[in-house]
């Protein structure tokens, strides 16, 4: 399978400084073209939450990767939108062709709270996202994912999950479970698809080092009472390598599963973290 020319739907890649758009940046460099979609819009007020990428961003990542020499196309789209999904489905195929690579990597938390106070919206729009939002691209992109894979070679869909999927802190319960779902999904497609050449694998990613990743520390200090240094140093302090995550600690697993290489790995959930599953977790404490 030739790197050069191969077609990639990224969602999530509205942030210069996420794993969306490092995946971009990876896979583009080995010359492959990318759609980057992300939601473009103000998330409801009324629910902490980190935000979504936005349209200017958006923008200046595609003309970023340009300069890569390949073609990179931004749109506006909500995951949990089917009809928006399949809108970016076709206009995919009618500008390139094919669709090689879906990288399912939209994600968010809404309102996080102890289960006992969590709002009834945060826990629906978090699992409709990350869930949800997963689950319709992987559907709507399967018909453009197989006609590629028997045309020309192996087709992939990556999603990105958490190390929460399988590490759940409290206060984050929907999602962790939003999660735990995107895995589970993992390896169910990825025994219904195989037939078809097209692998599914998962990523859980640990601590990354972007603002989504940051806003949620800022938010620990909060409830901990903390300084951020703290925070982010007590985190550091359970990472068995001594730092946080970059976001390119991603996107190269990502561009492996993508690439030749990683044919015969399918319905695998591998971590990103450092290490850090094989620390004990600690609980966090309200400030004194």
């Known amino acids: 399978m030739s790197e050069q020319g191969r077609v990639a739907v990224i969602t999530g890649a509205g942030r210069k400084n996420g794993i969306g758009a490092a995946i971009a940046r990876h896979l583009a460099g080995q010359g492959t073209h990318v759609v980057l979609g992300d939601l473009c819009a103000e998330p409801p007020s009324h629910l902490v939450n980190p935000g979504a990428g936005q349209w200017q961003e958006l923008q ?26 399949e809108a970016v489905v076709t206009m995919t195929m009618e500008q390139f062709g094919r669709l090689d690579i879906l990288v399912n990597n939209a994600g968010v938390v809404f309102g996080p709270a102890p289960v006992a106070q969590m709002q009834e919206e945060a826990w629906r729009k978090t699992l409709e996202v990350n869930a949800t939002g997963t689950f319709l691209c992987s559907k709507l992109a399967l018909p453009a994912l ?13 999603n990105i999950s958490s190390l ?18 995107v895995v589970a999904l993992t390896q169910s497609l990825a025994q219904e698809v195989a037939q078809y050449g097209i692998t599914v694998n998962a990523v859980l990613p640990g601590d990354i080092d972007t603002g989504f990743k940051r806003w949620g520390l800022q938010l620990e200090s909060m409830v901990r009472g903390q300084a951020l240094e703290e925070v982010v140093a007590a985190a550091v302090g359970q990472i068995p390598v001594g730092r946080l995550g970059l976001p390119e600690d991603v996107a190269g697993l990502v561009a492996y599963l993508c690439s030749q290489a990683a044919d015969f790995v399918t319905g695998q959930a591998i971590n990103v973290t450092g290490g850090r599953e094989l620390v004990q977790a600690t609980m966090p404490e309200s400030g004194r």
Request: aromatic share 6%; hydrophobic share 50%; proline share 5%.
């Open 164 to 181: 929460a999927a399988i590490r759940p802190k409290p206060y984050m319960a929907a999602y962790a479970a939003s999660k735990a779902a």
């Open 146 to 158: 197989m006609q590629t894979a028997g045309k020309y070679s192996r087709a992939r869909i990556v």
């Open 60 to 85: 200046e990542i595609a003309r970023e990767l340009e300069g890569l020499g390949v073609r990179a196309v931004p749109v506006r789209v909500d995951v949990t939108d089917a009809a928006a999904v």
